[in-house]
């Protein structure tokens, strides 16, 4: 059983204003457009192996105004973001990306995967999302490649001032 | 802009675990005469910031943009992931004026300014558009005739079509068309569009690793030879996970995985062991001994 059947909705949970404050957000714009054809669903990779991972039922929550159902979902994270609703959906949603504005609200709550908080951190320090190691830059040398780009942390510090996922990542590097 | 000098952009993946593809990549543009230009400072191309922080992503984004424009050249990307960012977030700056005093409000904190005077094309855009298919054929020595293989696109060289555009995402022709150039025949699979599954790994890696088996299933059933990737991750999910992926679910694929450079290395005639083939797990070396013995 899925997530969102185990527990009946209750008009108190139901926050009218959520949608609203979605369609705001770029990428968000268009959501009142999507009529439940489930043409995400179906067409959806990760649905097709997840038994929770519905991107209809996702939209049709946010359209309820299911805020904290939606927000603190773990399947909200199973998107893979390979696009294929955005381009089949016959009513123009861009379904992944309502679905990434949904996981950019959760995580200025901090419910995101530990894995993007390591990269985040890993950027800061170094501009690469991965942290690659001495050897590997060393042995460029003898494949034949010509030394590695460095990152400028000091730079791109300065130029992510105010962005507030910041926090997360920092409390990271601790 | 000049048509065959780039500023390479390698992205996070290929230095971190994925040098066979770069190695290729270099030795092929070298031999059309394609010129590499390194860039003079690297940041992430912010795509695995997206899904947590849009405004991040745009940032990082832009600040490689206005790197690339200060040094005033257009950017070659072998990472579609990479490619499909600045792509889009070009596309965005340039046309949203309040979004690019926004993003340039940040910029200026480290003395950058997006302008929008530069492109971000991934290897497979510059090969048709700028190289052209013709040339590619020209400079091939050794048709590879002797083999069948097919092509898996990277999802964000794709999708989503409004900035992407340069291919149709239901009916892709651009990695056919330059399998075709070097003789080898790309043979037609079910859900060829398909994602392999990497943006899941480390979120859910069943679910991921399910993805990359479907694929591989659909890839034997027509008997290719091989599979030709143009992306990073792509190659991650089924040449370095090939393995993991016959043990979970109990199947024997033996399918190699090449990078589309390694591909067309071989058809201009460039040395295998130039093409870095040892870097690949699933063991490619009976490809290697029937283009060698062809044409003895």
Partial sequence: ?174 | MEKHRYLIFLGCAIPYRVAAYEISARKILQKLGVELVEMPEFNCCGLPMDPVSHEMMLILAAKNLALAEQKGLNILTLCPGCAGTLKKVNKMLKEDKALREEINSHLKESGLEFKGTIEAKHIMQVLIEDVGIEKIKDAVVKPLTMLKVTEHNGCHILRPKEFIGFDDPENPKTLKTLIEATGATCLDYMDETECCGAPSVGVNDKIALQLARDKLNHIKMVGAQAMITICPFCHIMYDTNELRIEKMFNETYGIPVLHYPQLLGLAVGIKPDELAFNDLRVDVSKIIKQVEECGK
């Avoid at chain 1, 714009?29 to 192996?49: N, V, W």
């Avoid at chain 1, 603190?72 to 609703?85: K, Q, V």
């Fill in chain 1, 1 to 174: 059983m899925s997530e969102t059947e185990q527990k009946r909705i209750k008009a108190s949970e139901i926050d009218p204003k959520f949608k609203y404050e979605i369609a705001k957000m770029p990428g968000g714009e268009k959501l009142m457009r999507c009529f439940q054809c489930g043409t995400c669903t179906s067409d959806c990779p990760i649905a097709r192996f997840s038994d929770t991972y519905r991107p209809r039922q996702i939209i049709r929550m946010t359209q309820l105004g299911l805020r904290e159902r939606v927000l603190n979902s773990e399947t909200l994270w199973l998107c893979a973001s390979c696009f294929t609703c955005t381009d089949r959906c016959p009513q123009d949603v861009e379904v992944a990306s309502v679905i990434r504005v949904l996981r950019n609200l959760a995580a200025q709550k901090g419910c995101a995967p530990q894995v993007f908080k390591e990269q985040g951190s890993s950027i800061l320090e170094s501009g690469y999302a991965y942290k690659i190691s001495e050897l590997r830059i060393k042995k460029r040398e003898s494949l034949g490649l010509p030394p590695l780009p460095k990152g400028n942390p000091e730079s791109i510090r300065k130029t992510l001032h105010g962005v507030s996922f910041l926090k997360f990542i920092e409390k990271q590097g601790e």
